[in-house]
């Protein structure tokens, strides 16, 4: 039997270095000169020199420009999640056809492209002059809720409302039902929810140009366009930048993933 698994277990060694080389990549080169660089980008560097990480840090004023992108991540999410969860299930213990057609629009909000609105919505959002992290955050709520509403709908149909009904002949209300009872439940969904929400908000650099392209609000993609002027291209200082910037993500992976894999395997056992 362990003969025959040979093929498969090469194929995922092969597999994972391909995961793996971009990552390569990225740190070989952080630690190359511009010239270094453009010479051979797979050749290991001459030596370790840590200049491209001073330099990357300094100009991206990485402490400031880290925390714009975790505050407006991190409350990006949250609000997605508790208005999406709760919007959710109010379309699905609600079943009317009024509440079948705003579900549908959810749903077909997901095919509008963001390029076919962004000019109307900065022009709307500068007239309230929202142009700034209250109106981004508010925006990623606008977009991300329908998603957020899709997935979190079809797991609230899988849950009998029996449980509404046992939990309103105890007296709880309708707030804590959800809170107390049907919320704990969709944690694994909720897990899903939030790294969706998060890869795509601390990854996106179309929205935060439009909004917070302002000095001392820029988020970190934002801010790595720095290293790329008009007539140059500093790919080294780009790439120690980078580096820099998933450390944080990385370590925050480590000590959450547990939780995360927990989540998961759960939502995929329910």
Known sequence: MRK???????????LGLIWLSPFYLMIVNSFKTKREMFEDTLKLPAGFNFDNYIEAFTELNFLQTFMNSVLITVVSVLVIIVFSSMAAYALSRNKSKISSFIFFLFV???LIPFQSVMIPLVTIFGKLEMLNRAGIIFMYLGFGASLSIFLYHGTLNSIPKSLDEAATIDGANRFQIFWYIIFPMLKPITVTVAILNTIWIWNDYLLPSLVINQEGMETIPLKMFFFFGEYTKQWHL?????????IPVIIAYFFAQREIIKGISEGAVK
């Open 108 to 110: 077909a909000a997901m």
């Open 238 to 246: 780009a790439l120690a930048g980078l580096t820099i910037a998933i």
């Open 4 to 14: 025959n698994k040979w093929p498969i277990e090469i194929l995922g060694i092969i």
